[in-house]
């Protein structure tokens, strides 16, 4: 139901902006929310949008160089990532929340597959 894209392998310092479309459900009425785990780590949070949109929260490691944002209209969320770092490989996953816009893995419900970010130096 969540479907996540837009990863690839970029260089240091390279941009992309990874998707989320939502299906078989409306998500318009979820916080959202966007994670990673890099290999051999634990999944961390990464970035969380309120439903409307209105509100968004970023990890102190991404902050100034991840936005978070949504298009309910297109049931879409999108995360830009600039300024990549090797640091920041990881495969990411998005996922979606009715108990509030949350850090916490355990309170989101439903997960998209992940998609594989590779930053090479």
């Known amino acids: 139901q969540l479907q996540a894209s837009g990863g690839g392998l970029v260089q240091t310092g390279g941009s992309l902006r990874l998707s989320c479309a939502a299906s078989?459900?409306?998500?318009?009425?979820?916080?959202m929310g966007w994670f990673r785990q890099a290999p051999g780590k634990e999944r961390e949070f990464v970035a969380a949008?309120?439903?409307?949109?209105?509100?968004?929260y970023s990890a102190d490691s991404v902050k100034g160089r991840f936005t978070i944002s949504r298009d309910n209209a297109e049931n879409t969320v999108y995360l830009q990532i600039n300024s990549l770092s090797p640091e920041d490989t990881a495969l990411y996953y998005c996922a979606a929340s009715n108990r509030g816009m949350t850090t916490r893995e355990y309170d989101y419900d439903y997960w998209g597959q992940g998609t594989q970010v590779t930053v090479s130096s």
């Open positions: 078989g459900r409306t998500f318009s009425a979820y916080n």
């Open positions: 949008i309120s439903w409307r949109g209105l509100s968004t």
